[in-house]
């Protein structure tokens, strides 16, 4: 089974773990809140429930416990610190990265997570902790448990051009496109039941694997991580991207 990557969006960069997880766990915070007025809280004396506002949005996180060992028999790491293996990883809840789009505000980059074809999840990473263990002569750790926190965040709206068409995809909105005399024609490869990822497409022909949306609307794909060997998808060409 391939291993989980997390990849950054801005820059196209992989962050590849040494171990895929055990297990992880998700949690999902309704767009909900109690109803306040200016004195506090909004309550009653015979009340059973605090009345509650539906404000819409809410939040899905995603914890994941990684395991990092340089002292693994067989590894492909020569490195005698762990943490050599853990910092792009810790990077990613650094607030020193600046975008194009907003040079003035320190943020975390986007991330996707991605694993085989069942996982695919933007998000920014939230929290970070790490226990270190088997410290050698010269005191640099040997093994890294490290817990990550990644919040999931909304997909970009993506702009394209198409012939003389103008349109934009986004989660729910879609316009569809009528020109196809620049529309190549990509086949799936694999083994088995096993297909190329939708992201791996993306970056093939766009160089941006956050664009697989495109493809996958593009190609009616309902679920993007279950496209077989042999499939032959439409890849519509991009004249504008944000």
Not at 53 to 71: A, C, H, K, Q
Request: negative net charge; charged residues 20%.
């Amino acid at each position: 089974m391939e291993r989980a990557t997390f990849l950054i969006e801005s820059t196209n960069e992989r962050v590849t773990c040494l171990l895929n997880p055990e297990h992880m766990i998700m949690q999902r915070v309704s767009g909900i809140q109690t109803r306040q007025s200016a004195s506090g809280q909004l309550t009653g004396r015979y009340r059973s429930d605090d009345p509650i506002l539906y404000t819409g949005g809410g939040r899905t996180e995603i914890t994941m416990n990684l395991l990092f060992d340089v002292s693994l028999a067989g590894s492909s790491f020569t490195s005698d610190d762990v943490r050599s293996l853990t910092r792009p990883l810790w990077d990613l809840s650094e607030n020193k990265m600046r975008r194009a789009s907003a040079p003035f505000y320190a943020q975390p980059p986007t991330v996707r997570f991605i694993w085989g074809k069942a996982w695919s999840i933007p998000g920014v990473v939230a929290s970070m902790s790490e226990r270190l263990e088997y410290f050698n002569e010269r005191g640099m750790p040997q093994r890294s448990w490290l817990r990550l926190l990644l919040i999931r965040t909304e997909e970009d709206p993506v702009t394209y051009q198409q012939g003389s068409q103008t349109g934009i995809v986004a989660r729910d909105v879609v316009i569809p496109v009528r020109d196809t005399t620049e529309i190549l024609v990509h086949e799936v490869t694999g083994a088995g039941d096993t297909g190329q990822r939708l992201d791996e497409i993306a970056q093939q022909y766009y160089g941006n694997a956050s664009l697989w949306r495109m493809i996958a609307l593009a190609n009616n794909i309902v679920n993007p991580s279950d496209v077989a060997p042999g499939t032959a998808l439409v890849i519509p060409p991009l004249g504008n991207t944000p």
